[in-house]
Structure formats: C-alpha cells, structure tokens
Nanobody, 129 residues
Framework: QVQLVESGGGLVQAGGSLRLSCAAS????????MGWFRQAPGKEREFVTA?????????SYADSVKGRFEISMDNTKRTVYLQMNSLKSEDTALYYC?????????????????????WGQGTQVTVSS
C-alpha cells in the first residue's frame, strides 16, 4: 500500500518562502513520478510541479510558479521537496503530494490529475498580503 505524507505547510507573508516535503512509502517501482497539486477554496485542483525518478530527473512546472518554485527528489528516501520562494497571496491553497508509476521507456512527466494514482492528505499553505 502506497502512502504519501506531506509536511512543511504553514502561514507566511507575501514575498516569503516555505519548503514542503513529501515522503512516500510502499512505492516498489524504481521508476515513478512525484508531484504537487494545489486546490484553493472554490477552485479545481491544479498542477503545480512534478519530477521523475529516472536518471534525467525530468521536471515540469505550471507557468504560474516557474522561476519561483523548485522541485527536487531524494530517491534514496523516496522523498520529494518543493521549495517555494517569492510567495504570493494567490499561492494560498491546500497542497497535495501525488505520485504514479512511470512506464518503461517513458520520460514525459504528466500534468493531468487522472495520471496520479496515489495522493497524500494535503498540507495548507497560507500567504498573507
């Protein structure tokens, strides 16, 4: 059974930084993608960023966070990190960690929610203006 546990959310002022972590257990494949989605009240869940476990560590970012957020992964710990800088009030949301197994010979990191089979419970990020 795969479990994803997020940590690191909280309250921060606009312009500040936060670092989220997500530890996975039960992922038996050596090829997988881990990513972050977020959902603000009254809005749909949206893709933020994701990274693959493959040697090239393919990444993908939503346009709204490019240049401000950075995703990284420690394969040995099955843990993904999200460094969020220059936070804005519009970044306020419940942030979810998600994962799926990456098929052989595929390096593309998907952004659509339905690709992600495993989900964490979410961690709240609130940015005050």
């Amino acid at each position: 059974q795969v479990q994803l546990v997020e940590s690191g959310g909280g309250l921060v002022q606009a312009g500040g930084s936060l670092r989220l972590s997500c530890a996975a257990s039960g992922l038996t494949s050596s090829r997988y993608v881990m990513g972050w989605f977020r959902q603000a009240p009254g809005k749909e869940r949206e893709f933020v960023t994701a990274i693959s476990s493959s040697r090239g560590a393919t990444t993908s970012y939503a346009d709204s966070v490019k240049g401000r957020f950075e995703i990284s992964m420690d394969n040995t710990k099955r843990t993904v990190y999200l460094q969020m800088n220059s936070l804005k009030s519009e970044d306020t949301a419940l942030y979810y960690c998600a994962a799926y197994n990456l098929p052989s010979f595929v390096e593309r990191v998907e952004k659509a929610v339905y690709y992600y089979r495993y989900w964490g419970q979410g961690t709240q990020v609130t940015v005050s203006s």
